[in-house]
């Protein structure tokens, strides 16, 4: 009974890959939610949609490509990994756009190699 | 440009006394702080929130504290016990165009000894 789930938890691979993460919340929320947590355990967002809507995408290289099948799933695409991609990415949602309240995923911890 | 500030990394204490965990921000326009709390290895786990209207907001043994003319909000956990041995995350928003944009600062590590 996991609200946010995220798929895969670790994630091993070699530059120049391209690698997709799942997220998937079962809290009926609209809002949903990409940080990363970066070496310096700084967490910034990413992206943010509400009911498949973008809403916010902050400074990120469109290597990252977010999407959202449905409300409940927001994936995180990443094509042409780089080193500087290794961190912690969390998934989260809010029951709507103006709820300041979000719960977060587990994490997926990226190591590009 | 950090807006939110932790400047303890690390803070500890001893099981049954107070922790205090203190942040700073920059910009005016936070109307709205969370504080979250992150064991090793899961995601952060909301704690608890005050609105910019309040001076205090009580949640148990959670209390956060808001001076807004310091920019100034602060954590207390009384008492302190093992399981509170985390990282304490600070984070804000503002009730603009940033709706849901949370702004995080880098956090503190509590460790309580028994």
């Known amino acids: 009974d996991t609200a946010v789930s995220q798929t895969p938890k670790y994630l091993v691979t070699q530059m120049g890959n391209d690698k997709s993460i799942k997220c998937e919340q079962n809290?009926?929320?609209?809002?949903m939610y990409w940080y990363k947590q970066d070496s310096k355990k700084f967490l910034k967002i990413m992206f943010s949609?509400?009911?498949?809507?973008?809403?916010i995408n902050e400074t990120v290289p469109n290597r990252f490509s977010p999407k959202s099948p449905d409300k409940a799933h927001l994936n995180l695409h990443i094509n042409s990994l780089e080193l500087g991609d290794s961190a912690v990415y969390f998934c989260?949602?809010?029951?709507?756009?103006?709820?300041?309240?979000?719960?977060f995923g587990p994490g997926t911890r990226l190591l590009v190699l | 440009d950090q807006q939110v500030k932790q400047n303890s990394p690390s803070l500890s204490v001893q099981e049954g006394r107070i922790s205090i965990l203190n942040c700073d921000y920059t910009?005016?326009?936070?109307?709205?702080f969370l504080w979250y709390k992150k064991y090793p290895a899961e995601g952060p786990t909301f704690l608890i929130s005050?609105?910019?209207?309040?001076d205090k907001n009580e949640d148990g043994r959670f209390t956060v504290f808001l001076n807004k003319s310091a920019k100034h909000l602060s954590l207390h956990i009384v008492p302190s016990q093992p399981g509170d041995s985390a990282v304490y995350f600070c984070?804000?928003?503002?009730?603009?165009?940033?709706?849901?944009?949370?702004?995080f600062g880098a956090g503190t590590q509590v460790v309580v000894t028994p």
């Open positions: 005050i609105s910019s209207i309040k």
């Open positions: 910009n005016s326009m936070f109307d709205y």
């Open positions: 809290l009926g929320h609209d809002t």
């Open positions: 949609y509400n009911n498949k809507e973008l809403i």
């Open positions: 989260a949602s809010s029951r709507d756009r103006g709820s300041e309240t979000q719960y």
């Open positions: 984070a804000a928003s503002a009730q603009d165009d940033s709706w849901g944009k949370l702004q």
